[in-house]
């Protein structure tokens, strides 16, 4: 079993950051992908950023190239996600999920394990 753990969400204005953590135990490899969803009301849970434990390898959704950075520390199992100009459509509950094979897949149902969300809320 594997267990996930979000924080850092929050209320911020427009234009503002966050950073998320992850924090993963239990039985995690190297050869997992991680990845970040995320779910607004109504709506389907929605791929926002992947990554590899092994190599670092990341794959980003489109609507958030350029202001979102996934990283990890594997020293900590901690996946990170630094989220900057952050805008209220990005307003939604994220979570952190592990995949226990390779590559970074953007399918929520392909991912074993999921952590239970931080909400995140951008003001205009």
């Known amino acids: 079993q594997v267990q996930l753990v979000e924080s850092g969400g929050g209320l911020v204005q427009a234009g503002g950051s966050l950073r998320l953590s992850c924090a993963a135990s239990g039985r995690t490899s190297s050869r997992f992908a991680m990845g970040w969803f995320r779910q607004a009301p109504g709506k389907e849970h929605e791929f926002v950023a992947g990554?590899?434990?092994?190599?670092?390898?990341?794959r980003y959704a489109d609507s958030v190239k350029g202001r979102f950075t996934i990283s990890r520390d594997n020293a900590k199992n901690t996946v990170y996600l630094q989220m900057n100009s952050l805008k209220p459509e990005d307003t939604a509950v994220y979570s952190c999920?592990?995949?226990?094979?390779?590559?970074?897949?953007?399918?929520?149902?392909?991912?074993?394990?999921w952590g239970q969300g931080t909400q995140v809320t951008v003001s205009s």
């Open positions: 990554i590899t434990w092994s190599d670092g390898s990341t």
């Open positions: 999920a592990a995949r226990s094979s390779l590559p970074i897949m953007a399918l929520p149902g392909l991912y074993d394990y």
